[in-house]
C-alpha cells in the first residue's frame, strides 16, 4: 500500500505514476455500477459532451454513492497521497470524465492549478490527482497523455478564455496552452500516455501538462478523478465560491479505511460515512 522510495522519486521527477491493477476485477465492477447510477442523477453537476446526450463528465459523486464514499478513504489511494502531500488531506473535487466510445471528445492541454489558482484562488499546488481506471486504457481509448516532468515548469499560462465553453464547470479548453507552447514543451519533455486494466491508478500532479484525444474506438474509457487538497491549503474565495459540487467544503481530514472500500461497505461494522 505504501509507496516505495523509488516510487516515490519517480512520482516526483515525472510529475505522475502508474500502478498497475492496483484495484480488483470486483471493485470495478462496483465502482461501474455506481457510476451508471450516477449518470441518472439530473442536476447541474453532470456534463454532457457538447450538442449530445452523452456524460462527458460527473462531479462529486462520493456525496451521493457509497461506494465512492468509500473508494477516497480506501488506503490503496489514501496512503500513497498522504506520503506525497501530508497526513491532514481532504476531497477538493471528485470527478468521472466519462469518454464515451464514438464520440467521447478531446480534452485540451491543461495544468490542473491554473483552473483552481483563477476560479478558486487557491494558494498553492498542494494537490494530488489519484486517477482510477473503470475500463481497460489503451491506444484507442483516449487515454490521459503527459508531458513527463512539466508540472516542475511551473504555470506556463494563467489566463482564461473570455467565452467559456461551459457554465458547469471550467473546461480544460478554456485554459488550454497554444501550439506554440506545447511545441515548445513537448520538444524538451515529450510524451507518454500511461496504459492499462481497469483498476489500475494513476497519481499526477496539479501542475504537469496533460491533456487527451478523442474517443473513435467502440469502447468507452470511463476516469474517475479525485483530486485531494492539504488542508492548510483551502481556497480564497474572493467573490462568490463555486458551487460545492466542483469545489467540495468539507475541508475534514480523511481518515483510511482499514479495509479496501469493498469490505469496508459489506462488513460488519459500517465503516463508510453515511451519504445520502
Ligand atoms: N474542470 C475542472 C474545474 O475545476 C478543471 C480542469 O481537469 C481539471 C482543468 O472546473
Ligand atoms: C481526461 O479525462 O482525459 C482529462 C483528465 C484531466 O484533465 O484531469
Ligand atoms: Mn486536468
Redesign the pocket.
Known amino acids: 500500500m505504501r509507496l516505495t522510495q523509488e516510487q516515490t522519486s519517480l512520482y516526483q521527477e515525472n510529475g505522475f505514476l502508474l500502478l498497475e491493477s492496483a484495484l480488483g476485477d470486483d471493485a470495478v465492477a462496483r465502482l461501474r455500477e455506481a457510476f451508471d447510477r450516477d449518470c441518472q442523477v439530473p442536476g447541474p453537476q453532470r456534463v454532457s459532451e457538447e450538442g449530445r446526450a452523452e456524460v462527458r463528465a460527473v462531479y462529486a459523486s462520493h456525496l451521493r454513492q457509497p461506494e465512492y464514499a468509500g473508494l477516497i478513504r480506501d488506503p490503496r489511494l489514501l496512503v500513497p497521497v498522504q506520503q506525497l502531500l501530508t497526513d491532514d488531506v481532504y476531497i477538493y473535487q471528485f470527478k468521472i470524465?466519462a469518454?464515451p466510445a464514438f464520440g467521447g471528445e478531446k480534452?485540451s492541454w491543461h495544468q490542473?492549478y491554473a483552473a483552481w489558482q483563477i476560479a478558486d484562488n487557491l494558494p498553492a499546488p498542494r494537490q494530488v490527482?489519484v486517477a482510477v481506471f473503470l475500463d481497460d486504457v489503451d491506444e484507442f481509448n483516449?487515454p490521459?497523455i503527459f508531458l513527463p516532468g512539466s508540472h516542475r515548469s511551473g504555470l506556463i499560462s494563467k489566463s482564461r478564455k473570455t467565452a467559456a465553453k461551459s457554465a458547469q464547470h471550467i473546461d480544460?479548453d478554456d485554459i488550454a496552452l497554444t501550439e506554440d507552447q506545447l511545441t515548445g514543451l513537448v520538444s524538451e519533455r515529450g510524451m507518454t500516455s500511461p496504459k492499462g486494466r481497469a483498476g489500475s491508478i494513476v497519481l499526477f500532479s496539479p501542475e504537469i501538462v496533460?491533456g487527451?484525444a478523442p474517443n473513435m474506438s467502440p469502447f468507452p474509457r470511463r476516469?474517475a478523478?479525485m483530486t485531494y487538497n492539504d488542508i492548510t491549503n483551502l481556497p480564497c474565495w474572493a467573490d462568490e465560491p463555486r458551487p460545492e459540487y466542483v469545489v467540495c467544503r468539507d475541508t475534514k481530514p480523511l481518515r483510511a479505511l482499514d479495509a479496501p472500500f469493498l469490505d469496508a461497505l459489506e462488513g460488519p461494522q459500517h465503516e463508510v460515512p453515511y451519504v445520502a
Do not use: A
Request: aromatic letters at 8%; zero cysteines.
Open positions: 470524465n469518454k480534452w490542473d490527482n483516449g490521459v480544460p496533460h487527451s476516469l478523478i
